[in-house]
C-alpha cells in the first residue's frame, strides 16, 4: 500500500502488487475523504480476494461510496459482482459499455447500482470533496473517462500513460522511462490527433500527479510536464498503421 497524498482527511491510496503470474500488472487506486472512499478500477477475481480485505485500512467498508470503472477491460471490470453484492456501493461506468457490464455475470439484481457516465463527464463528490470524471474517448477505449481529484491534484489517467516491465514505482528519468511505455501507446492508442485533444483538455487542469492504472507513477510538475509533451507529440495506432489492412496471402 503505497501513499501518494494525505492532508486533512484526505488520501489517495495506490496498491501496485496484487496482480500475479501471467497476469498484465495493474495499479488499484483508493481515494478516501474521511470515511468515504471511491475505489477505481479494481481489476479482476484475483485482485479482488487480495483487495477487498485491505480496504477496511483505508475506509470502513461501508463507508466504500463508489466503485469507478473507466472502461470495459477485464483487468478492470471482472470482479463488478463481487464488490456489488457485497458493499452498497455505487458503480459508475461509461453510457457506451452499461450493456455489455451483464456479460461478466453481474447479478440483476444489484444491476441497478450500476450507474452511466455520459459522454460528456460528470462530478461525484466524496464526503463533499468534487472528483471529476473527464472524458479520455479513445484511449484506448471508445468509451473511456479518468479521474481527476483536484484537492490531491491527481489525476487518474487509466491505460495513458501505463508502462509495462519497469520494477520502480516512481518514473524519475523520463527518457529512460520511454522505453517501458512506447510500445505500449503506440499500439493501443488510436492517433495522434485523439491524444492532442487529451492534451489540450488536460492542460487546463492543475495536475501535480499522474497515475496510470499500468506501472509507474509521474509525480511532480516536471515529470507531468514531461509526460503531456511527450504525448503531444507521439504517433500511434493508425498513424503508423497505412500498410496494416491488407488480405493475407
Known amino acids: 500500500m503505497i501513499t501518494l497524498f494525505e ?11 496484487l496482480t500475479s503470474g501471467a497476469m498484465v500488472q495493474a495499479n488499484q487506486h483508493i481515494i478516501a475523504d474521511g470515511k468515504a472512499c471511491m475505489v477505481l478500477d ?4 484475483k485482485v479482488y480476494a487480495k483487495l477487498f480485505p485491505q480496504i477496511s485500512s483505508v475506509c470502513p467498508i461501508d463507508g466504500l461510496e463508489h466503485i469507478f470503472f473507466s472502461h470495459q477491460d477485464p483487468d478492470i471490470i471482472a470482479a463488478a459482482n463481487g464488490w456489488l453484492m457485497v458493499t452498497d456501493a455505487t458503480a459508475w461506468l461509461p453510457e457506451l459499455w452499461m450493456r455489455f457490464l451483464p456479460h461478466f455475470g453481474v447479478d440483476r439484481l444489484v ?24 472524458p479520455a474517448h479513445f484511449l484506448h477505449s471508445p468509451g473511456n473517462f479518468q479521474v481527476y ?5 491527481i489525476l487518474y489517467s487509466g491505460d495513458l500513460g501505463a508502462s ?23 499500439r493501443y492508442m488510436p492517433s495522434g490527433r485523439a491524444l492532442k485533444m487529451w492534451v489540450r483538455m488536460v492542460r487546463s487542469l492543475d495536475v501535480e500527479m499522474i497515475a ?6 509521474f509525480s511532480g ?13 507521439l504517433s500511434c495506432g493508425l498513424d503508423l498503421m497505412d500498410d496494416a489492412f491488407v488480405v493475407p496471402e
Open 212 to 217: 496510470p492504472q499500468h506501472g509507474a507513477v
Open 42 to 45: 479494481p481489476g479482476g477475481h
Open 111 to 134: 444491476m441497478e447500482r450500476v450507474r452511466p457516465i455520459p459522454d460528456q463527464g460528470m462530478t461525484l463528490t466524496l464526503n463533499g470533496s468534487p472528483l471529476r470524471l473527464i
Open 164 to 186: 509495462l516491465g519497469n520494477e520502480y514505482i516512481f518514473a524519475e528519468d523520463f527518457d529512460a522511462h520511454i522505453a517501458y511505455m512506447e510500445g505500449f501507446h503506440k
Open 221 to 233: 510538475r516536471e515529470m507531468v510536464d514531461r509526460f503531456i509533451g511527450w504525448i503531444d507529440q
Open 7 to 17: 492532508s486533512d482527511g484526505h488520501k489517495n491510496i495506490m496498491f501496485n502488487d
Open 149 to 153: 481529484d483536484p484537492v490531491s491534484k
